[in-house]
């Protein structure tokens, strides 16, 4: 079993929808969330940390389940500016983070 | 503020040489993370380096070595260069250990032929 998963998508939805992404971590004892955002052929951006109590920023919003070990982000009102790909980070606590593969969100006119 | 940079971007080798990559965190981070990124795929940490001290190791074989400098600054060094390394390679720093917010370069794209 994969440390992190997420489904690769794509996730095709026209402007203005909402979109929502899950993604389950193996190893209960992590301590640290995060989203990241990469764009093709650059580096991730750090997009959001992921608090047990959930958090917003904006149009995102990430929460945390750490009895079921998902994590979950939220995209209201779709931009064109969000298409990319969004990847799931957990830190272990062995001094790494551990990244899923990222799901692909294509947003259309 | 510049952000984390990493030279070269681009490069080609052929099977069996050495590369070196480098990376300079942002001003100020003491901490700097290496990962390996194939198409398709999450980054794959490498390493952590904090105050010059290996902190973190992946599963990686010991071709890949790397160290850390009085300024913070990081070198990458592959040995033995497998087509299976073509990737993109990442640095990230950090304020300190302990593994909070990263922030990654754009990253140096070796092609191994």
């Known amino acids: 079993r994969k440390e992190v998963e997420q489904d690769p998508g794509p996730f095709n939805v026209p402007e203005g929808a909402t979109v929502a992404f899950n993604c389950t971590y193996s190893?209960?004892?992590?301590?640290?969330f995060f989203w990241y955002r990469q764009d093709c052929r650059k580096e991730p951006k750090l997009l959001m940390s992921?608090?047990?109590s959930g958090n917003e920023d904006g149009r995102f919003t990430a929460q945390l389940n750490r009895a079921s070990q998902y994590i979950s982000l939220l995209i209201r009102d779709s931009k064109l500016s969000d298409s990319a790909t969004y990847l799931c980070?957990?830190?272990?606590?062995?001094?790494?983070?551990?990244f899923g593969t990222g799901t692909r969100l294509l947003v259309s006119p | 503020d510049a952000g984390v940079t990493q030279s070269p971007t681009h490069l080609i080798k052929t099977r069996g040489q050495h590369v070196t990559l480098r990376c300079s965190p942002i001003?100020?981070?003491?901490?700097v993370s290496w990962y390996q990124q194939v198409l398709g795929q999450g980054p794959q940490f490498i390493f952590q380096?904090?105050?010059?001290?290996?902190?973190g190791r992946g599963n990686f074989p010991d071709r890949f070595s790397a160290r850390q400098f009085p300024n913070y600054s990081s070198e990458l060094n592959v040995n033995a260069l497998l087509l299976g390394d073509s990737a993109l390679y990442l640095c990230?720093?950090?304020?300190?250990?302990?593994?909070?917010?990263?922030?990654f370069g754009p990253g140096t794209r070796l092609t191994v032929t």
């Open positions: 990230a720093s950090s304020l300190e250990t302990g593994v909070r917010e990263q922030y």
């Open positions: 190893n209960s004892a992590s301590q640290s």
């Open positions: 992921v608090y047990s």
């Open positions: 980070v957990v830190n272990t606590g062995f001094q790494k983070l551990v």
């Open positions: 001003s100020g981070h003491k901490s």
């Open positions: 380096y904090y105050e010059k001290e290996e902190r």
